[in-house]
């Protein structure tokens, strides 16, 4: 049971990775050589028809298309696709524990609440994973009580926001309320009643809050640090690593990146330290190297 699953989730397979195939058959023995070679015709026309099936889809024509309500025993992958993005939405408000509208971040739940038609056609969280992104492994800022991804992953600008700054009774900064969000971290303040630096709940990228009268501004910090992204190829495969070392320390660890170009290998990269460094997140830039 466990070596079907396993073949389940494995990626389809290129053109050129079959045709090598087709070039080992020759040198099996005989007799197994003549049922892997009806096997991996049989492998072929499936390939074949489900291309063809594809093209037809998306042409909107042909014997295949069907008009609007009628169905056939195929499940349409469109469908399919929001199948999947509504069960990685779920998912994350049950880990992550904050819902996309009408309601305030929170840890994550014993009972899953009632999610209504509004949360879904107003939740930025599942707009953002429609969109093919991936969530955030940890409740992003927000803004009037919806998720504001923008300002943690969007282009750097300056944000008016309305803010305070709550101190203890010495004086003593504790914590910030931006954009109605009383989630803020202040890590150091520069000027006095002026300047300062905060963290969304000592996550993602840091902040610079400045007071200027009445008004506030709100703008993310460039990266403070920089990690190595490693292109390496050996034997025809290419890869990418990310070389991470922690702070103070001298021990490199390497760690593989799912792949295919230097975009896509940044990408991936943040994912990882979204998960396994969430302090870090957004305050690290990659430097390409060969």
Known sequence: MDDEISLQ???PL???DLMAMADRIDSLAPDTAEWVRRLFDECLRARMNEALLMAAQSE???SDARAPGETTGEFDP???QVALDAAEWLKTLWDVGYMGAGSFPASPRSAFPLVELEDVL???LFARIRQGKRPLPFPPPTRDGLPWHDLVEGEMMVHEVVAEIVRD???APIAAIIAGCADWQVVQEIVLNTDC???HRGKGPLFRLRFVGDEATLEREPPRCARTIRF???GGFRSYILEWVCDGGDEITAVPLRAATWERAEAEAANWIAINHPELYGQVRFIHAE
Do not use: H
Request: hydrophobic fraction near 30%; glycine fraction near 16%; charged fraction near 40%.
């Open 197 to 199: 630096l905060v963290q």
């Open 14 to 16: 290129e053109a050129e």
């Open 232 to 234: 390496q190829e050996r």
């Open 122 to 124: 107003k939740s930025a």
């Open 60 to 62: 909107g024509g042909g």
């Open 78 to 80: 469109q469908l399919a």
């Open 9 to 11: 989730m494995e990626e």
């Open 169 to 171: 009774e010495r004086g």
